[in-house]
């Protein structure tokens, strides 16, 4: 136990050191992560460049906690969390995270506000309804689209409906957001302004790690790193597209 | 208890939602589970019915469940000594059991012996009597007499309302008004039977009794479905008495002595008519009391049939869980994505499987609904079709028992038919969001 004195800073958010994942692949098993080291801190922006298929959203999924590292160390918060049971790794996922992907993943039966009152049904069952509503309303404004509460899906623009999935992502208020590609299926302008309100997410002190094809999305981040070869580099001071 | 009404409520409301948004597979699944539930429904429902039909007219000849009997031997003075301790006692009926022929004076009755009215000719003749030299008619006031418009019956006498024991149905005019003086004309209340003989055959009305000192003209009030086969009347005991001795109704050679019909709170009672009755020198091992069990008697042979019937149902219950099975683990081959999104934000596997249950459950209870519903609309219309056949079944409302049975099949059903879908969507990798 290291003793901590006092004015140094809190533990990061995310502290990730030498973790490896292996997956099994059709034939032999693929090591596709061989020793990453990140460390998140509050109110840092991190963006994530890689070749398809370098294993980017396979350390999202570690670090959301879908899924446990074969080796290294992951600490969240100070805490070690390597090889949590799956019961607490879901309470995290509702408490810590929140997540937007390539894929929107509404729930074409349900409202914009349903859709985003789905991330607040957790091992305790679900907040009473008036409460639900205000938080629900809540992110969505934060997202700009209070006023499409009640639409479904499909009568939504796709712009709308990322923001729709984002608000799922807020709503629980969580201290890192996780997004992986969620400007892939957008034009540039819509593609703009979602990387535009996850990066307002910082500000006020959420830990944003964001996975992306787009340098100039990546640009907007406070750092940029890549991934190759199983190992996370820093892409250069400021990359210039 | 709260985390779990939580996680219920949760289940249950996004259960809800997953319903609402596949009406027609949904709609399928409870097609083939409707006939299953009804069926259960269905055998539950006529089990229960048949047991109260069968106990309903066996209860108007046995009594009903609970009550107790004794027999008073003819001997001695233990009749007098009976019928005084019974006198205005509401709690503990007496019946006397005597011959007694109605109709034109002087003539044989037309079933002579007192047998079925239909029936005549078929068995009845005149009464006989056995001993070492043989058997030979027994001699009474009928022998040589001409046949002739009377019929013969068992005339009881009663101390008290009896149908508080014995619920005869009414079927005609008044019953019996134990209240006020007795009536020098003995009122009589007919059972079915004898009504019956009594429309066929027009008779005068003279009543002659066995033992009796005279013959009285009777006046006949009413008609009651007592359950009996043979012709039978009832009359006050006291308005009988006007024209018989006492000691006659105990040396009767139709029967003799008395029933002695009590609740089975009369405690007091029949301690008090025990001790009357020893006092007057009828040996204690002779007074005989038992109580009518025939629910417990018959239970078994019902119940058997009720588990033949009950498990044929649930052959056909089993073919409507395929049926939620089947579109269940289809639905869940296509919520693959939902559920994985679902975990991905933060509801673990029990809490999924749980709405995924949910599902089936709500459907199940549905259906279960619906089939009793059908359950209940159907009896009612079998009743108005056929209910004036079945004096027995008459107002007969639908068993709780069926619909509970029906809850119950529906819930398992629900439970059988979406646990291995709740598991399937339970163990979905989360990183399925991923690879999309
Ligand atoms: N479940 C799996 N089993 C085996 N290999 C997988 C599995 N999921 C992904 N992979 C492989 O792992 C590699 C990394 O995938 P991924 O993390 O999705 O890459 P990226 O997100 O950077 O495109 C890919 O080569 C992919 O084919
Ligand atoms: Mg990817």
Redesign the pocket.
């Known amino acids: 136990m290291t003793t901590t004195p006092l004015l140094v800073p809190p533990p990061p958010l995310i502290h990730l050191t030498g973790v490896t994942k292996t997956?099994?692949?059709q034939d032999e098993p693929?090591t596709?992560l061989a020793g990453v080291d990140l460390t998140v801190r509050a109110g840092d922006s991190v963006a994530i460049l890689?070749r398809?298929?370098?294993?980017?959203?396979?350390l999202l999924s570690l670090i959301g906690l879908f899924d446990r590292p074969d080796g290294g160390q992951y600490l969240l918060g100070g805490r070690d969390i390597t090889r949590i049971p799956e019961r607490k790794a879901a309470a995290l996922r509702s408490a810590e995270f929140g997540f937007v992907f390539q894929r929107f993943f509404l729930l074409k039966h349900l409202t914009a506000a349903q859709n985003v009152a789905m991330a607040l049904v957790n091992g305790q069952g679900w907040l009473p309804r008036r409460k639900r509503k205000a938080k629900v309303l809540a992110a969505l404004d934060r997202v700009g689209i209070g006023h499409l509460a009640k639409h479904k899906p499909p009568r939504l623009s796709g712009g709308e409906q990322q923001r729709v999935a984002i608000a799922r992502a807020l709503v629980r208020e969580p201290r890192i957001l996780l997004a992986d590609e969620p400007t892939g299926a957008l034009d540039t302008e819509t593609g703009n302004l979602v990387v535009e309100v996850l990066r307002q997410a910082t500000e006020v002190g959420c830990g944003l790690v964001l996975v992306t094809h787009d340098h100039d999305h990546a640009a907007k981040m406070g750092r940029v790193l890549h991934l190759s070869d199983g190992l996370l580099r820093p892409a250069g001071q400021r990359v210039i597209a | 208890m709260i985390r779990l009404s939580g996680r219920l409520r949760a289940s249950l409301i996004i259960g809800g939602q997953g319903i609402r948004a596949r009406k027609l597979r949904t709609f399928l699944s409870m097609v083939s589970l409707f006939l299953g539930v009804l069926a259960v429904v269905v055998v539950q429902a006529g089990a229960e019915i048949a047991n109260r039909a069968m106990l309903a007219d066996v209860e108007l000849y046995q009594g009903k469940d609970g009550t107790r009997q004794m027999y008073v031997p003819p001997e001695g003075q233990a009749v007098p000594v009976a019928l005084e301790v019974l006198e205005g006692r509401t709690d503990a009926v007496a019946m006397t059991t005597s011959r007694a022929i109605i109709g034109e004076p002087g003539v044989k009755p037309i079933n002579e012996g007192g047998g079925p009215i239909d029936q005549v000719g078929d068995y009845t003749g005149p009464r006989m009597t056995c001993d070492q030299s043989g058997c030979y008619p027994v001699q009474d006031a009928n022998s040589g007499a001409p046949s002739g418009q009377a019929v013969e019956l068992q005339l009881v006498g009663l101390t008290g309302d009896v149908r508080q024991f014995r619920p005869f149905r009414p079927s005609q005019g008044r019953w019996l008004d134990f209240g006020g003086e007795p009536s020098l004309a003995p009122r009589l209340v007919l059972n079915e039977q004898a009504a019956k003989a009594f429309t066929r055959y027009h008779v005068p009305a003279e009543m002659r009794v066995d033992g009796a000192t005279a013959n009285p003209t009777p006046q006949i009030i009413g008609v009651v479905d007592d359950g009996g086969y043979q012709p039978a009347a009832y009359v006050r005991a006291d308005e009988l008495m006007n024209w018989m001795p006492v000691a006659e109704l105990g040396d009767s050679s139709s029967g003799g002595g008395l029933q002695v019909l009590m609740t089975p709170t009369a405690v007091e009672v029949e301690h008090v008519l025990r001790a009357r009755l020893v006092a007057a020198g009828t040996p204690e091992e002779q007074i005989h009391v038992n109580t009518v069990e025939t629910l417990k008697r018959m239970s078994t042979e019902l119940a058997l049939m009720r588990w033949i019937f009950l498990g044929m149902a649930a052959l056909v219950l089993l073919i409507g869980v395929a049926g939620i099975l089947n579109v269940g683990l289809a639905t869940v081959g296509e919520r693959i994505e939902e559920f994985a999104l679902r975990r991905a934000v933060g509801t673990p596997r029990l809490l999924l499987a749980g709405i995924v249950l949910a599902e089936t459950l709500l459907t199940g209870l549905l259906t279960a609904a619906l089939a009793i519903g059908a359950g209940v609309v159907g009896l009612q219309l079998a009743m108005t079709v056929f209910g004036s056949r079945f004096p027995a079944l008459e107002g007969t409302a639908f068993p709780w028992q069926a619909g509970v049975a029906g809850v119950i099949a529906g819930l398992v059903a629900g439970v059988l038919g979406g646990l291995v879908p709740a598991l399937r969507a339970a163990r979905i990798p989360i990183?399925t969001v991923?690879?999309a």
């Open positions: 997956l099994k692949g693929r596709i890689g398809s298929g370098s294993g980017k959203s396979t | 990183s991923m690879r």
